[in-house]
């Protein structure tokens, strides 16, 4: 395990790879660490610099006092790719880490070489969807939102026959810090990066699962639009985590469009 002190918190993130090949940054979804990009990353360490973290409040990261918006959450992977010496790379970001990935381009460009925007949006939800989760969390904790989350994360044939992988996933969202979680959420309820994700100037990548329950595919194929040049994929057989249910095929599509950034 490695920690960084970034900004005054605490990050725990993993460098692993080839030191001087590119880098290829992970940034996790809602209600996970960095362990879900375990087996998109490490096959990829054989030939990139991979870098993962979780992100504020998640995993073994420290929370922040107070509120934060994306771009307190875009500062953060900003301070640990600056005290990594890393620049110039393909960054991934699932969920809100989409939109982690779009405000880091947009505030160090420097940084971004290529995005890869998976299962996200510049938009996603409403106040009223946002408010709503956030008092059910604050009522319940975050195990009373727990099967509705699984079953916007994962397909019905995962959720039928996998279910050893089921219930440790569900595990991990339900021990996400209660305040951590919250935090996130109200940094998506208050994001909405429409009027600037039309700027991003880098490859991009847009990739959805066939079966996403969170943010579907037409909200995706939206965001792609919105980019100059985006590719937009979809991945047959998986919900919003498609790193989780299609590893090969998301893997393949993320080493696909480094090597065509490279080029």
Known sequence: MAFANVGGAVVHYADEGQREARAIVFVNSLGTDFRIWDDVARPLASAYRVVRYDKRGHGLSALPAGP???????GDLAGLLDRLAVSGAVVVGLSIGG???????RLRPD???????????????????????????????????ADGVMQRWFTADFRARRLDELAGWR?????????????????????????????IEVPTLCVVGEEDGSTPAPLVR???????????????????????????????LIEAHALGAAA
């Not at 934060?68 to 875009?74: F, I, K, N, S």
């Open 171 to 199: 595990l991990m969202l339900t021990r996400t810090p209660k305040d951590g979680y919250l935090t996130a959420c109200g940094a998506l309820m208050r994001a909405d990066l429409r009027p600037t994700c039309g700027r």
């Open 99 to 105: 939109l982690v990935a779009q405000e880091l381009y």
């Open 111 to 145: 940084l971004v070489a290529a995005l890869a925007l998976c299962d996200t949006a510049a938009k996603i939800g409403t106040e009223e969807s946002w408010r709503q989760r956030m008092e059910e969390i604050e009522r319940g904790g975050v195990e009373a939102i």
């Open 68 to 74: 934060a918006l994306m771009a307190d959450y875009a």
């Open 222 to 252: 939206e965001l792609a639009g919105a980019i100059r040049g985006a590719r937009f994929e979809v991945i047959a057989g998986a919900g919003h985590l498609p790193n989780l249910e299609k590893p090969d095929a998301l893997r393949a």
